[in-house]
């Protein structure tokens, strides 16, 4: 992030000469986000500690046989990106074949595992400096079967593409771009069939942050006193019927959702679509967004180290709620109703040294029990 930070702001201080203070107007100030937790329903010891990392974690994908496979957080600086859990051990991920070995993913932060087995893997070029890309491996073979970049016109500078979802079918991704520099967030659709990405959701209040800046353990995520950290849409999540998108920036006061017939329908216009987009409930601030066969949504409460379930009427009942949490922030179901979590503890990583980062280690993978089901990979 420091790297982009930099490249991104000299560029626009150089190109549109704006000054200390206007940057503060766009980047900085903010209020305190209403905390909107409860009591807890689970105990404390309800939290099982999966493993202990070195780096901090960024997004978790499990699959239906207990394979569990992880990003370490690219703006922790890792020794390595991509990660999966073997007889207990952490090792980099196993690919096999030449093209899946001589795959170039260096900024991967969200992964998915969809219906037919494939390990999808979002590459976000280090905030839209380089080709932002998306890449599936099959899980059994670890052989590369899909593969695409996406335009400049899609993810260029400034771009996030933060997280995503895969359609059951395994046709349609559905991509945030949070664009946390370039402040132009949006939904995306990317068909894997026809292999054409589309901005879907943009310049609307939906996809836009607002105006609070995220306080974590106490501590203020404003970089470099000027940079709010307030990215756009960042959660996002299908309901399990693909009916419904869930999705949010995650200083937003509203979870949105839209149906999804009308997000992959090319033909409605877009003031059609966004007739369409309705402001479902009132939630806490959110990173990592999933879902359980009952329809509840969980969201990760970065400010409250948290888990919150909004039920299907938007009524909020805080799940877990512990000081090991330290950021909670990816989620992915299991096999037997476990939800699995990354704790990325973002506060002690963003702009921050690799000293600073070692010494708040190690970073943890968690997983919790629930009464639900849901299928294992989201």
Do not use: C
């Not at 132009?184 to 054409?196: H, S």
């Not at 836009?208 to 999540?237: C, N, Q, T, W």
């Amino acid at each position: 992030m420091l790297r982009a930070f930099v490249i991104f702001l000299f560029s626009v201080v150089v190109f549109i000469g704006l000054s200390a203070s206007v940057l503060d107007a766009i980047y900085g100030g903010g209020d305190e986000f209403p905390d909107r937790t409860t009591e807890p329903t689970l105990t404390a010891d309800a939290l099982e500690l999966v493993v202990d990392l070195p780096y901090p974690p960024g997004n978790i994908a499990v699959s239906s046989e207990g394979q569990v496979f992880f990003t370490y957080h690219p703006e922790g600086r890792p020794a390595y990106n991509l990660a999966e859990i073997v007889d207990g051990e952490v090792k980099p991920l196993r690919l096999e074949g030449e093209k899946a070995s001589a795959l170039n993913l260096e900024t991967v932060l969200s992964m998915r595992i969809d219906q037919q087995n494939r390990l999808w893997l979002l590459d976000y070029a280090n905030h839209g400096t380089g080709t932002a890309k998306i890449a599936a491996i099959d899980i059994y073979s670890r052989e590369l079967v899909h593969y695409y970049e996406f335009s400049s016109d899609i993810a260029g500078l400034g771009s996030h593409m933060n997280d995503f979802q895969v359609e059951p079918n395994g046709r349609y991704i559905l991509i945030a771009d949070a664009s946390i520099f370039g402040l132009d967030p949006a939904v995306i659709v990317y068909d894997t069939q026809t292999q054409t990405a589309r901005r879907v959701i943009e310049d609307h209040e939906s996809v836009d942050a607002d105006k609070y800046i995220p306080v974590v353990e106490g501590e203020k995520m404003l970089m470099f006193g000027v940079f709010a950290v307030r990215p756009g849409v960042d959660s996002i999540a299908l309901d399990r019927e693909a009916k419904w998108l869930y999705f949010a920036p995650v200083s937003d006061e509203a979870m949105y959702r839209v149906p999804v017939s009308a997000l992959i329908d090319e033909s409605l216009p877009r003031d059609e679509l966004y007739a369409r987009i309705e402001r479902f409930a009132a939630k806490t601030m959110s990173d990592g967004l999933t879902t359980d066969n009952a329809g509840n949504i969980y969201i990760s409460d970065i400010e409250h180290s948290a888990i919150v379930v909004m039920n299907p009427q938007g009524q909020l009942q805080t799940l877990y709620k512990s000081k090991m949490l330290r950021w909670p922030d990816g989620f992915s179901f299991g096999p037997n109703g476990d939800l699995y979590m990354t704790a990325s503890a973002l506060q002690f990583v963003m702009a921050k040294p690799d000293s600073y980062i070692q010494q708040n280690g190690p970073y943890q993978i968690f997983k919790l029990q629930t009464e639900q089901t849901a299928t294992a990979g989201h």
